[in-house]
């Protein structure tokens, strides 16, 4: 079945460590992204990529990174500098408005809750 | 800069329509999109709408947009308790970036 596969769904780190959250997915869609959803804070882009090898950052991009090295995976490593790393990870993946026709959805995994001891 | 706003609350009885408001603040926008997130549950896309376009409508949902004021509504005809839920709204600019607003909570009183 096609969808977006995140992992994993529940991560505690030691303050001061690197963590890698996975996404892949197997829907071809060419734009992909991670979102950081906070209580009464709503859904705040963290990086989006529009198409292999090319990511930019979005609003709260400090202290994260970023690969798309293939169309499939767009990993997060969320690095000791994020100063509040706690919080439920979203990715999230859609056609590109380059493809002919409307983008349509954007299609979300599960989450990745992180946990910073 | 990029925004997107939308008030947090709003209670309605059950039965009447529910009136969700956005505004947004950058108008090379593509698509607008209302997602709804259950409580425990993943934002599940209900409707979206072009930018060139004024009204869409799809069965109880009617979205209207006003490009002039920037402004977005999702109105739901005859709320359920099954309605109860945050809903987001999204903006969608050209080089794919897509912005959310903090959601809007919405109670169904009895």
């Known amino acids: 079945d096609g969808g977006i596969t995140q992992s994993p769904k529940y991560l505690f780190r030691k303050e001061g460590q690197n963590v890698t959250l996975s996404c892949e997915q197997n829907?071809?869609?060419?734009?992909m992204y991670w979102y950081r959803q906070d209580p009464g804070q709503g859904l705040r882009l963290i990086y989006y990529s529009q198409i292999v090898n090319d990511f930019q950052k979005g609003d709260i991009a400090e202290g994260y990174s970023v690969s798309r090295e293939k169309k499939e995976s767009f990993p997060l490593t969320v690095t000791s500098a994020q100063k509040n790393p706690t919080a439920f990870y979203l990715c999230a993946s859609s056609p590109s408005t380059r493809d002919r026709g409307p983008p349509g959805e954007l299609f979300f995994g599960e989450g990745s809750r992180l946990t910073v001891l | 800069g990029e925004d997107v706003e939308q008030s947090l609350f709003l209670s309605v009885r059950e039965g009447d329509s529910s009136v969700i408001n956005c505004t947004y603040t950058d108008s090379s926008s593509t698509y607008l999109y209302w997602y709804k997130q259950e409580p425990g549950a993943g934002l599940q896309l209900l409707t979206y709408?072009?930018?060139?376009?004024d009204m869409k409508q799809d069965q109880r949902l009617t979205v209207l947009l006003n490009k002039k004021d920037k402004h977005l509504s999702l109105r739901i005809a005859d709320t359920q308790t099954g309605d109860s839920a945050i809903y987001f709204c999204a903006e969608r600019y050209r080089d794919d970036k897509i912005i959310f607003g903090k959601g809007t909570r919405l109670h169904i009183l009895p």
């Open positions: 829907l071809n869609h060419d734009a």
């Open positions: 709408i072009f930018s060139n376009m």
